[in-house]
């Protein structure tokens, strides 16, 4: 998709980027080409930067061309890259002479989970560590299946059509993500999806998104009986590749039926937890209170941490030793935990993902206004953003050109391959930066649709 032909781009020099040589920088093919000999072909189809260090809100490549981040490595480097506090935890953990422990308790672990259980709040009484963020999702399934065989229900579970959770097989079931999921397609009698109320869905069938839900539930309810087959409802935050959410009411009318039906309800907080959405977790934009959350990404700053975060009584359901991992609390993620913590806490960094968003979101809005012939909509909450665009037959292709031109002049952003940017910079970025960066994206949608580059 992004040619790896060097070319000599417009050099830039600001305070937040620098391009000093061509692009890609000289050196990178001859990393990407060992990388494509040595690694799965799964693994590539990025923007063809080298990422050498990043800080703060800047990456730098192998040839010290500064970019903005507009990813945060995809919502994890919520606190910032390279974070000093952040840094410092990390080495004092590791010059203790601890760097695992598997399941034997670590002091760590101790401080980790108390401080994790108080920061998510009411409700939220227990907590069972993993390393990924599919890894959590996969733990959910499991604590939902034995909570059915618990109350004699069926083992089934609803999610929404197009919501992302995983590349691990039962997350990937839940995802129901035609593109990729072919292989995956094997008799599953047992989970259900919803549609996503899409704002065109709604108005294609001219329905609130309360109907569309109604209808879906009637549906099902036609296939099978709901409150005895359906053990939990998993709902991704936002729908991620366009930063999507649900309508309030949506959301409202579901937490109820899952109370009223003995039923789960979960929120796979992924990319919402952690400050990015404007408050501490995504749910908490639709006033109601899941059961469990799956938590992953920004929870560990960087490091391979994620959670399934819940009440006692569900999370508590496993036997002893049957729900374990081998990097469960390990130390050294502990102590990235603790400093995700500390940071959000002591730099005020969920009301700062707030207050910045609000410059983003306006910023954005004009951006929409500026072309509202190709821009379909652009959604902001805190520094997690999307601009999703009309589609076309070639749109996947010109979007992919803005994100590698926004990368040409120093900006990073999210490439998801399909008609939208995404968009979600360390918490820590500069208001200056924000700014800056919907510049670039802005002079580069004129160029790429308007000069057709
Ligand atoms: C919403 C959501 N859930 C789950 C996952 C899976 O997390 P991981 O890649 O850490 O396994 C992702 C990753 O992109 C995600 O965005």
């Known amino acids: 998709m992004f040619s790896n032909t060097p070319i000599n781009v417009k050099k830039v020099k600001t305070r937040n980027r620098l391009i000093k040589t061509n692009i890609p920088a000289p050196g990178t093919i001859k990393i990407l080409n060992s990388l494509k000999k ?106 939902i299946r034995l909570f059915a065989l618990k109350n004699k229900k069926g083992l089934g579970i609803i999610s929404v059509s197009g919501n992302w959770h995983g590349r691990t097989t039962g997350s990937q079931l839940l995802s129901d993500n035609s593109e990729q999921s072919n292989w995956i397609k094997f008799k599953n009698k047992e989970i259900y999806h919803l549609r996503f109320p899409y704002p065109w869905t709604l108005k294609k069938y001219n329905k609130t998104s309360l109907e569309i839900l109604d209808e879906d539930l009637r549906n099902l309810s036609k296939k099978i009986n709901i409150s005895k087959k359906i053990s939990g409802i998993v709902l991704e935050t936002f729908q991620g590749w366009g930063a999507l959410f649900y309508p309030r009411d949506y959301v409202k009318k579901l937490s109820k039926f899952c109370k009223k039906n003995n039923i789960l309800f979960v929120f796979d907080e992924i990319q919402a937890g952690f400050g990015r959405t404007g408050k501490k977790f995504g749910f908490q934009h639709y006033g109601v209170k899941p ?32 729900m374990s991992s081998t990097h469960s609390a390990n130390p050294i993620a502990c102590a990235a935990g603790i400093a995700v913590l500390d940071e959000l806490k002591s730099k005020n960094l969920i009301k700062a993902s707030f207050q910045k968003g609000l410059i983003l979101n306006k910023s954005l809005i004009n951006l929409k206004k500026k072309f509202h012939n190709l821009i379909e909509l652009v959604s902001c909450k805190g520094l997690l953003a999307a601009i999703i665009f009309k589609k076309n037959k070639n749109i996947n292709q010109l979007v992919g050109r803005v994100c590698e031109r926004c990368m040409q002049k120093g900006l990073l952003v999210v490439y998801t391959g399909r008609e939208s940017i995404k968009l979600g910079p360390p918490l820590t970025i500069s208001k200056e930066a924000i700014i800056e960066a919907v510049e670039v994206i802005d002079e580069t949608i004129n160029e790429v649709f308007n000069k057709n580059l």
């Open 291 to 322: 059961d469990i959350i799956c938590c992953g990404k920004g929870i560990g700053g960087g490091f391979p941490l994620s959670a399934l975060i819940g009440k006692k009584k569900y999370l508590d359901i496993p036997k002893i030793g049957t």
């Open 38 to 143: 040595n690694e799965v072909r799964s693994m590539h189809g990025q923007l063809p930067i080298i990422w050498n260090k990043a800080k703060n809100f800047n990456v730098f490549d192998i040839k010290g061309n500064k970019f903005i981040d507009f990813t945060s490595t995809i919502f994890v480097a919520n606190i910032g890259h390279s974070n000093s506090t952040f840094k410092r935890k990390l080495v004092n953990s590791i010059n203790n002479n601890l760097i695992s422990t598997y399941a034997y308790p670590n002091k760590l672990r101790e401080v980790y989970l108390s401080k994790l259980i108080k920061f998510c709040g009411k409700g939220f009484e227990k907590a069972y560590l993993l390393s990924s963020g599919s890894e959590a999702l996969e733990a959910c399934i499991k604590i």
